[in-house]
């Protein structure tokens, strides 16, 4: 199982990324798959996650300014992130899992910086 995460980079205040999170049709199909993300010196915490079906639970800080979608002929999971902020700043995961919010399978990670 291999997810591929892309889209990191540096934005400004109020601008807006979508990462990528390539996965192979095997997890699409039967996995969920969630966004994390960890700041230095922070915990890990857990922004969006979409089960198999399609559909999608939020944890409850990330609400408003984070969406999560897929794109099955690209074997995409996408994140996309609005009206960013500083302390949005993190290295952004993807991960996959049996479980929703599980964490069998992840991503190398991808940095977003957002400037002030």
């Known amino acids: 199982v291999q997810l591929v995460e892309s889209g990191g980079g540096v934005v400004q205040y109020g601008g807006s990324l979508r990462l990528s999170c390539a996965a192979s049709?095997?997890?699409?199909?039967?996995?969920?798959v969630a966004w994390f993300r960890q700041a230095p010196g922070k915990a890990r915490e857990g922004i969006l996650c979409?089960?198999?079906?399609?559909?999608?639970t939020y944890a409850d800080s990330m609400k408003g300014r984070f969406t999560i979608s897929r794109d099955n002929a690209k074997k995409r999971v996408h994140l996309q992130m609005n009206s960013l902020k500083p302390e949005d700043t993190a290295v952004y995961y993807c991960?996959?899992?049996?479980?929703?919010?599980?964490?069998?399978?992840w991503g190398q990670g991808t940095q977003v910086t957002v400037s002030s």
């Open positions: 991960a996959a899992d049996r479980a929703s919010w599980g964490t069998e399978f």
């Open positions: 049709t095997l997890i699409l199909d039967y996995y969920h």
């Open positions: 979409m089960t198999s079906n399609g559909s999608s």
